[in-house]
């Protein structure tokens, strides 16, 4: 989290996300849990290079889709038929070569704009998906703000979390991409130290622990964070 007046990175958010059901995976480690994902095979176009989280030989793709998800909440998995490698995705990245064609590369679909030439990337934790892009040019909170509410035909906004698990999705993104400071969508442009997500819920203790590093909140130039 960054003052309002500063020039930061932003992520953004796809509004109005729904995780469709295709395979039904039963969870390894526990008998009692069930998952319902849809995983596409990406276009070629697509294809990024992958961040890997974990290795496997599995004898078939669904194996290879439950082992991911379970093991590392992973949204992107890559299956080579042929030696049937899996490797479980952190996620894709535009500076790492692309995987050789014989491995096929899928993920996981949460909306048809969620989609990696509208920017957009899924990201998992646990049972929660986000459809998320993080923006690297820098511009001031109002700015951002903006910026993403055009995105995706008008179903972007600045990021908003209403779970713990969301916040360590955010969490893993800002380490993995060297993020010091992000916009989301949260102020206490109302209230001073107040913090309100942009939906209107205020945040809970826990949240802005998870949010912010000392000496963050401040005022900084006078202006609201």
Known sequence: MAER???????????????????????????????SFKFDKLSASSRLGVIPAGSYTLKSLLTCFTVCLVQHSSAYVMYNPGSNSCTCATMLSDTLPQPPASDQLYGLVL????????????????????????AQDSKTFDEAEASCSELANGQGRLFMADSIDKLE????ISI????????VGLDDRVTEGQYVWADGRIATIAELHQLFTPPQPDNYLDQED
């Open 5 to 35: 007046m500063k020039n930061c990175s932003y992520v953004c958010l796809l509004f109005n996300v729904f995780v469709c059901a295709h395979f039904t995976l039963l969870a390894l480690a526990s008998t009692e849990a069930v998952h």
């Open 111 to 134: 909306s048809p704009w969620c989609d990696m030439s509208n920017g957009f990337m899924a990201h998992l934790y646990n049972e929660t998906a986000v459809c998320l892009k993080v």
């Open 169 to 172: 999705i955010l969490r893993r």
């Open 176 to 183: 993995a991409q060297s993020l010091s400071y992000v916009f």
